[in-house]
């Protein structure tokens, strides 16, 4: 049982930074691999990077390769979405999740449990 709460989302214009925090309560993180995904309206919720327990794998959707950057500090319970170069179509509501133990390799919707509630991000052009 685990509460995720995003935050630090917001509007931007194009080619800027924002860093998106996902905090847990209820269960530490240490030892559970997370994923961050967004959902645009109107869209399926589709992955967009993945951090093991231990923070020593991480991959990204192609879409954000190069631009994204997905950490954890496991001392403070959060995970940490860094997004730069932002583009108009990285606008959406983004949301971070508990993997589960066991089911997939994490790129899909499926293979995680605990969501939050999501942070919208915005980018103008």
């Known amino acids: 049982q685990v509460q995720l709460v995003e935050s630090g989302g917001g509007l931007v214009q194009a080619g800027g930074s924002l860093r998106l925090s996902c905090a847990a309560s209820?269960?530490?993180?240490?030892?559970?691999?997370m994923g961050w995904f967004r959902q645009a309206p109107g869209k399926e919720r589709e992955f967009v990077a993945f951090?093991?327990?231990?923070?020593?794998?991480?991959y990204y959707a192609d879409s954000v390769k190069g631009r994204f950057t997905i950490s954890r500090d496991n001392a403070k319970n959060t995970v940490y979405l860094q997004m730069n170069s932002l583009k108009p179509e990285d606008t959406a509501l983004y949301y971070c999740?508990?993997?589960?133990?066991?089911?997939?390799?994490?790129?899909?919707?499926?293979?995680?449990?605990?969501w939050g509630q999501g942070t919208q991000v915005t980018v103008s052009s």
């Open positions: 951090i093991s327990w231990s923070g020593g794998s991480t």
């Open positions: 209820g269960r530490t993180l240490s030892r559970i691999s």
């Open positions: 999740a508990t993997k589960k133990s066991g089911y997939g390799l994490g790129y899909r919707v499926g293979d995680y449990d605990y």
